[in-house]
């Protein structure tokens, strides 16, 4: 089963984390089923930029980006070339370590 680590954000998990998930997965649901509660405002339907992360190792392990998802990442605050929406970043079975961004351009915080 491949390891997320996390590096440390100062409201998602400070500390930093690792999680393990099973290949297949999303990057986004794999944090949110171990309780490092990213935004995803849009219900992880690749319709906004709040999941976004910066993919530290690991980036050529995951699935390839659609043109939908190309396309929103141009709007995410941070942008660099191994971003990803989280929601769509499929894992297979390597590590990936991932960095969420300071900021997001979600103007209201959801509870999910």
């Known amino acids: 089963m491949p390891v997320i680590k996390i590096l440390p954000h100062p409201e998602y998990c400070p500390q930093g984390a690792e999680v393990s998930a099973p290949a297949g997965t999303s990057i986004c649901e794999a944090l949110l089923d171990n309780h490092i509660n990213i935004e995803h405002a849009c219900d992880l339907s690749c319709a906004c930029t ?54 997001s351009i979600n103007h209201a915080k959801e509870n999910h």
């Open 50 to 103: 709040t999941c976004h992360v910066v993919v530290r190792e690991g980036f050529q392990s995951l699935n390839e980006m659609d043109e939908n998802e190309e396309d929103l990442l141009d709007r995410a605050w941070g942008l660099e070339s191994n971003s990803r929406l989280s929601c769509q970043a499929i894992l297979a079975q390597s590590n990936v370590t991932v960095e969420i961004p300071k900021y």
